[in-house]
């Protein structure tokens, strides 16, 4: 299986700052790679889907980027409501979910 | 509008089989797959399995001899069952739209494992 490698696991930033999460695969995903967004106690949300497509009604702040192995979720414009766990799963072969990256609000 | 919501027992003894149930509105089953994701309590997301529109099913190689899900086109349903639980199985189980994308989700139903 492909294993998910999210880093930094916790991340605290300020409002309007520039956040960048990364998601690595153990062996290239052709660019089937999804991000979504759980807040806490919600069901997660879709917001990035095969790299960088954003999902219908997701705020452009959002974007996604990434080739090969190597995946990043960029936030431009951190607000408020941002805060959530933001998982990557990978669709190239066997689903597999990475560990997510906390984002707090300093 | 689309929407998705799974139903079943709060609380399966250790050994026992879990059923639930996902009931759709708004999408067909003919035409949309339907998924199931858990998450134990304060951890990651585990993809279970997938129904496709075509009636086909692939599941994680991890329990996929503990899993079946299957459904019922004309109630809308697509129903998971999971045997042999063990504690490690407490977790919210949810369904989700679409094989590889899960672009719409159930509110999700906790299952806690326990004598």
């Known amino acids: 299986d492909i294993q998910m490698t999210q880093s930094p696991s916790v991340l605290s930033a300020s409002v309007g700052d520039r956040v960048t999460l990364n998601c690595k695969a153990s062996?290239?995903?052709?660019?089937?790679l999804n991000w979504y967004q759980q807040k806490l106690g919600e069901a997660p949300k879709l917001l990035i889907y095969?790299?960088?497509n954003l999902q219908t009604g997701i705020p452009s702040r959002f974007s996604g980027s990434g080739s090969g192995t190597d995946y990043t979720l960029t936030i431009s414009s951190l607000q408020p409501e941002d805060v959530a766990t933001y998982f990557c799963?990978?669709?190239?072969?066997?689903?597999?979910f990475g560990s997510g990256t906390k984002l707090e609000i300093k | 509008q689309v929407q998705l919501k799974e139903s079943g027992p709060g609380l399966v003894q250790p050994s026992q089989t879990l059923s639930l149930t996902c009931t759709v509105s708004g999408l067909s089953l003919t035409s949309n797959s339907v998924s199931w994701i858990r998450q134990p309590p304060g951890k990651g997301l585990e993809w279970m399995g997938v129904?496709?529109?075509?009636?086909?099913?692939d599941y994680n190689s991890a329990i996929k001899s503990r899993l079946s899900i299957s459904r019922d086109t004309s109630k809308s349903q697509v129903f998971l069952k999971m045997n042999s639980l063990q504690t490690e199985d407490t977790a919210m189980y949810f369904c989700?739209?679409?094989?590889?994308?899960?672009?719409?989700w159930g509110q999700g139903v906790m299952v806690t494992v326990s004598s």
């Open positions: 129904i496709w529109s075509n009636g086909g099913t």
């Open positions: 095969n790299t960088n």
């Open positions: 799963f990978q669709h190239n072969s066997w689903p597999t």
């Open positions: 989700a739209r679409r094989g590889n994308l899960f672009d719409y």
């Open positions: 062996q290239n995903i052709n660019k089937y």
